[in-house]
């Protein structure tokens, strides 16, 4: 494993579901193979920035805190495979406007504070399921509805056991004004993966 530059956080941008989805994604997995992602761990990557400097968190969490408001339902009906790197996930077969759109925005607030990351693969919103996965059987489920208002700024730190996801700030999409959170954002270094 490559040495990281101790001044260097491995960082993305997430939709977070709240319990109630996150259970009916657990529920999903069930029949699945491979290491199922942790209840705590579930997630929708909106931008995944890999590694940067620790300088910018100020810089990236002033990007989450002026995103623009928006009202954001996904359906999730569409269970897929990227037999690349073996991951089962969950999906929209339609993504709504209004996640592209906030896709878009955040590409572009990065671009404008000349952050770089690799965004070189056209943007395919899922939530993934199970690693290390097998083709995931034929599943017939009643679409997940998600009324989505949580954006996090997620470090992720991998280790022998797994990965380890810590929420370093989020906010509410669905509000006009951004107000921090402090409480959500203590202890929730998630499990590993």
Same mark, same amino acid.
């Given at each position: 494993m490559m040495?990281?530059?101790?001044?260097?956080?491995r960082?993305?941008y997430a939709?977070w579901?709240?319990?109630?989805?996150s259970?009916?994604?657990?529920?999903?997995q069930a029949?699945?193979h491979g290491r199922r992602i942790p209840?705590?761990?579930l997630h929708?990557?909106?931008?995944f920035?890999?590694?940067?400097?620790?300088?910018?968190?100020p810089?990236?969490?002033?990007?989450?805190?002026h995103?623009p408001?928006t009202?954001?339902?996904?359906?999730l009906?569409?269970?897929g495979y990227?037999?690349?790197?073996r991951?089962?996930?969950?999906g +929209?077969?339609?993504?709504?406007e209004?996640?592209? &759109?906030? @896709?878009?925005v955040? !590409?572009e607030?990065?671009a404008?504070r000349?952050?770089?990351?690799?965004?070189?693969?056209a943007y395919?919103?899922?939530?993934?399921l199970a690693r290390d996965?097998g083709? +995931?059987?034929?599943l017939?489920?009643?679409?997940i &509805?998600? @009324?989505a208002t949580q !954006?996090?700024?997620?470090?992720s730190?991998?280790?022998a056991e797994g990965?380890?996801?810590?929420?370093?700030a989020s906010?509410?999409?669905?509000?006009?004004?951004?107000?921090p959170?402090?409480?959500r954002?203590?202890?929730?270094?998630a499990?590993?993966?």
């Amino acid at each position: 494993m490559m040495a990281k530059n101790p001044g260097s956080l491995r960082l993305f941008y997430a939709l977070w579901p709240d319990d109630a989805v996150s259970s009916k994604l657990q529920q999903l997995q069930a029949p699945m193979h491979g290491r199922r992602i942790p209840f705590a761990n579930l997630h929708m990557t909106l931008v995944f920035l890999g590694q940067q400097p620790a300088a910018l968190l100020p810089d990236l969490k002033d990007i989450l805190e002026h995103l623009p408001r928006t009202d954001l339902t996904l359906v999730l009906d569409r269970v897929g495979y990227f037999p690349r790197n073996r991951i089962a996930w969950v999906g +929209p077969s339609e993504a709504p406007e209004t996640l592209s &759109e906030l @896709h878009s925005v955040l !590409v572009e607030r990065l671009a404008e504070r000349q952050v770089a990351f690799n965004d070189q693969h056209a943007y395919r919103p899922h939530v993934t399921l199970a690693r290390d996965a097998g083709l +995931p059987p034929d599943l017939t489920f009643d679409p997940i &509805e998600w @009324h989505a208002t949580q !954006v996090a700024l997620v470090q992720s730190t991998t280790t022998a056991e797994g990965s380890i996801y810590r929420i370093l700030a989020s906010r509410a999409i669905d509000k006009e004004v951004w107000v921090p959170d402090e409480s959500r954002q203590e202890g929730l270094d998630a499990p590993p993966v």
